[in-house]
């Protein structure tokens, strides 16, 4: 059978993990890019039931909350964080179009935005990945699934310095 990529998702509420996923992806990336791109689109489906659950949450009597969006979303690779904020799809992804619309929709509807984090940062390689001893011990003192450093403050810091088309495209 040929190799294929494996997608890997968490969603965070209150510094606790309320939903992760961990899925074979159906068809064999030929790219990094194709494969967090098809990463992307499942997370960016799955934000989109959990926000309309959250709307339908906030109507209902005695629950007291706001629902902010765009909901967050990171993620480490650079051409698929540039491919969420802007139209243009790489000539060698055409195939990838209707995942990169799919984003881009979620995206200008201001459902999610998607943020460059440093991989050293990307939390989701636990599902992914075969971690060195170093980064396992890293996630496993964390007190969530998920690193401390995913604040508010800290979504500010990386999404003032957006990416641009020389960050390793």
């Known amino acids: 059978t040929a190799p294929t990529s494996m997608s890997f998702f ?4 209150a510094n606790a993990c309320v939903m992760s996923k961990c899925k074979t992806q159906h068809s064999t990336a030929l790219s990094t890019f194709e ?3 098809m990463s992307l689109s499942l997370a960016v489906s799955y934000s989109q039931w959990i926000i309309g659950l959250l709307r339908k949450m906030a109507t209902l ?3 007291n909350f706001t629902l902010i969006t765009p909901l967050p979303i990171l993620c ?4 698929a964080v540039f491919m969420s904020q802007e139209s243009a799809v790489p000539t060698k992804s055409r195939h990838s179009v209707m995942r ?29 990945k075969h971690l060195g001893a170093f980064k396992f011990h890293l ?14 403050s800290r979504l500010e810091q990386v999404g003032s310095t957006p990416p641009t088309k020389t960050d390793g495209l």
């Open 100 to 128: 990169v619309a799919f984003i881009l929709e979620s995206v200008r509807k201001l459902l999610n935005k998607v943020f460059k984090i440093p991989t050293e940062e990307n939390t989701t390689d636990i599902g992914t």
């Open 76 to 79: 480490d690779n650079i051409a």
């Open 139 to 152: 996630h496993a003192k964390a007190p969530y699934l998920g690193a401390p450093h995913v604040t508010p």
């Open 61 to 63: 009597p005695g629950l």
């Open 35 to 37: 494969a967090e791109a």
């Open 10 to 13: 968490a969603f965070f509420m």
